[in-house]
Each structure stands twice: as structure tokens, then as C-alpha cells.
């Protein structure tokens, strides 16, 4: 097995990458809930509008207390999706500084796509397919800038699979 993985390192780093990405994930929800039932759940009741962030639904969207818990979350998975995927997927041993503020750029950029996307999506395409086209953009992103921008070759450890 360890043949096929060194031969295909790639496909190695292309699955292990979208595995862990659900370390993240997990963080997400998790982070999502405590922020809009603990940590921001006196801004519930005030709506929330700035740029393609529109909080303006209350009882849909929570209002501040929604883009809060949004950017707490997205933070706090983010950090943890970095300290992942520069450790086990791309074993980068690179200036981790340089990477870090790339890869926040990437994040922000991420975002912002994210929360833009749906609006032009949902009505065509539905929510499923809306939240399917949303992974794999990200994906299509996220992968090839972390592997060739953020993380590339000459930073990494070269170690056995």
C-alpha cells in the first residue's frame, strides 16, 4: 500500500486533504452553535447588513448574533483547517507566517465567495445543488492555491507515507 501512495502522491495529498477538511467542519458547527446560543445570543434580536453579509431575517438568520457566530466559526475552523492541512496533508515546514497570512487571504477570499454565491445559485439551482456547487468551488480553490501557493514543494518535509 505504501508503493501505491508513494506512486501516487498527489491523490494522496488530493483525499487526505478533503478528508480533513472535515476537522474544520466539525469546528464550524460546533463553533456556530456556541456562538449564536452562548457567546452572541444578546445580539439576536438586531438585524445585521454589510455588503454581501445580509442579516436582516431574525428569526431565520439570527440577525448580529448570526454574522458573529459566522465569523467566530470561520475563524476559529479556519485556524484549525491551516494547523491541519500545513501539518499532515501538505507537511509544510515552510515560514509558517508567510503561510499563515496567505492562507487568510485565501480564507477571506473563500468567504466572501461563499456568502455571495448562494444568492445567484439558490434560485436556479435549489439549496442542495446551490451547497454542492459551493463545495466544489472551494475545493477547485482551495486545493490547487494551498498545494502550489500557500504550501508549496520546496516547503515541505520530505517524509515516507
Aim: hydrophobic share 55%; net charge positive.
Amino acid at each position: 500500500m505504501n508503493a501505491f501512495w508513494e506512486r501516487h502522491a498527489a491523490l494522496r495529498e488530493f483525499l487526505l486533504f478533503n478528508l480533513l477538511s472535515n476537522c474544520a467542519t466539525l469546528v464550524n458547527l460546533l463553533a456556530t452553535f456556541v456562538g449564536t446560543h452562548v457567546l452572541f445570543r444578546a445580539f439576536r434580536d438586531r438585524p445585521f447588513s454589510f455588503l454581501v453579509f445580509q442579516y436582516r431575517n431574525i428569526r431565520e438568520d439570527l440577525g448580529l448574533a448570526g454574522f458573529l457566530s459566522f465569523l467566530f466559526a470561520t475563524a476559529l475552523a479556519q485556524t484549525v483547517n491551516f494547523s491541519v492541512q500545513r501539518k499532515l496533508v501538505f507537511r509544510a515546514s515552510g515560514d509558517a507566517g508567510k503561510a499563515a497570512l496567505r492562507f487568510a487571504g485565501l480564507a477571506l477570499f473563500l468567504t466572501l465567495i461563499s456568502a455571495a454565491l448562494p444568492a445567484y445559485t439558490l434560485p436556479r439551482f435549489g439549496i442542495l445543488g446551490s451547497a454542492v456547487l459551493n463545495i466544489v468551488l472551494q475545493v477547485a480553490i482551495s486545493f490547487p492555491a494551498m498545494k502550489f501557493w500557500i504550501m508549496p514543494e520546496g516547503t515541505r518535509e520530505k517524509k515516507a507515507v
